[in-house]
């Protein structure tokens, strides 16, 4: 059929055809946005979920509710080679140009520029040749001690009292959380710690491979209360189902019940996955319906292409060792894996495991969903390192 007529929509990012099975979380951030608004505390949403399941999307989502609900949006996304506060800073100093050029009466917006001038000078970040406001001096002893834990949440206090005297709610969006250092994500829960004592008008908005299980000590305690991390996980066979029949029905083509039965069973309901196969089987179809031939048949190209791109990509930053340690782990069946176990696979002693599986954290391959377990964060990324590596030599 017309690939140009093609509904699904598979890529980072993409937004589907129909945000399918994400009721729920949504009220969740309807909710928090309208009582953050109302100065009302309320836990700020880190969503949670492995690779393709439609976290950015969601974020996406909840970016537009937050500015249909009166929010000014700050919108990052977290790179493993950039700094949390290099990453903030750029995007805080225009939010309060922004503020400052907002009718109203006072200057904490002006302060807030010198507070930020003076974060810069501290954790030494420069923004090239820009300068943050020419006329400002940097406000010395506010958030200029380079201690990133205790001149963040100060930086964001002075943000936010900035937008809270000009009654602007400002909603923080952050994606790839698990990007962040350790020191760096406890600044910002410490932060969001203070924005709730306070109770000023800022709130977090993430998104991120699992992570609380690798938050450590302090930090830890401190998350659970001030975040819900709510698990974006794969749709069920019915959400599955209507994310397939729902955007076809739409343009006046059917699935066959037995083909989306099949698709269903083939991606385990993983949305990126879900789009990968919608999208072959409609193009690989004459006319509707799609039927079960179909899909069969659109099945070779989807693992090929997968295999060529989606997985590949991730596989060609591997080291060896790396590539051994997650070939090893994919023998062992499916769900999380001991350590011991795959140290046991690999025919070495668990400790001298250590610096691989930091390595592949920190590449964001597996995660600890359990101490002592691993798990991939590549939805079947276990078959296709059986597929790429059909030896463990
Ligand atoms: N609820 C949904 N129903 C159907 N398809 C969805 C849904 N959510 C996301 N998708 C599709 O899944 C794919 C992946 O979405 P997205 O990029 O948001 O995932 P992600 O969790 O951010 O992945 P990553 O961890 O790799 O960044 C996209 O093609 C998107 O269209
Ligand atoms: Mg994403």
């Known amino acids: 059929m017309d690939p140009i007529k093609n509904p699904f929509s598979p890529g980072a990012g993409s937004p589907p055809p129909e945000l399918v099975g994400r009721a729920g979380i949504l009220e969740q951030a309807r909710i928090l946005l309208g009582r953050v608004k109302e100065k009302r505390p309320e836990k700020s949403i880190l969503l949670t979920g492995l690779r393709g399941v439609g976290k950015t999307v969601l974020l996406n989502e909840m970016e537009r509710l937050a500015i249909r609900t009166g929010y000014r949006t700050v919108a990052v996304e977290a790179h493993e080679d950039k700094s949390l506060a290099a990453l903030l800073v750029p995007p805080l100093r225009k939010l309060l140009f922004e503020l400052d050029r907002v009718a109203g009466a006072g200057d904490k917006a002006k302060r807030g520029l010198a507070v930020l001038k003076g974060f810069m000078n501290g954790v030494k970040v420069s923004l090239?040749?820009?300068?943050?406001?020419?006329?400002?001096?940097?406000?010395?002893g506010a958030a200029d001690s380079g201690d990133l834990e205790s001149d963040l949440p100060n930086l964001f206090v002075a943000v936010a009292e900035a937008a809270e005297e000009r009654k602007v709610p400002v909603a923080l969006l952050i994606d790839e959380l698990q990007y962040f250092s350790h020191k760096e994500l406890s600044a910002l829960i410490m932060a969001m710690h203070k924005m709730q004592q306070r109770q000023l008008p800022m709130v977090l908005l993430g998104a991120g491979l699992p992570i609380l299980?690798?938050?450590?000590?302090?930090?830890?305690s401190y998350a659970e209360r001030l975040f819900s991390f709510p698990d974006i996980g794969a749709l069920s066979e019915p959400d599955a189902v209507k994310a397939l029949q729902d955007p076809t029905q739409d343009v006046g083509v059917d699935f066959e019940t037995a083909a989306v039965k099949e698709i269903f069973r083939l991606t385990k309901g993983y949305p990126y996955?879900?789009?990968?196969?919608?999208?072959?089987?409609?193009?690989?179809a004459e006319a509707s319906p799609i039927t079960l031939?179909?899909?069969?048949?659109?099945?070779?190209?989807?693992?090929?292409?997968?295999?060529?791109?989606?997985?590949?990509?991730?596989?060609?930053?591997?080291?060896p060792g790396e590539m051994r340690f997650l070939r090893a782990m994919a023998g062992l069946g499916s769900g999380a894996r001991r350590s011991s176990d795959i140290a046991d696979a690999l025919g070495v002693k668990i400790n001298s495991l250590g610096p691989t599986r930091a390595n592949l954290i920190q590449k964001g391959m597996i995660y600890s969903p359990a101490h002592g377990?691993?798990?991939f964060t590549v939805p079947l990324f276990d078959a296709f390192m059986l597929r790429a590596m059909p030896d463990l030599t």
């Open 128 to 140: 090239g040749d820009i300068e943050v406001g020419l006329d400002i001096d940097p406000e010395k």
């Open 373 to 375: 377990d691993m798990a």
């Open 213 to 220: 299980p690798g938050l450590a000590g302090e930090s830890k």
């Open 273 to 284: 996955f879900l789009q990968e196969w919608g999208y072959q089987s409609w193009n690989r």
């Open 293 to 319: 031939q179909v899909v069969n048949d659109a099945s070779a190209t989807v693992v090929r292409r997968l295999d060529e791109n989606f997985f590949r990509v991730r596989f060609d930053r591997l080291t």
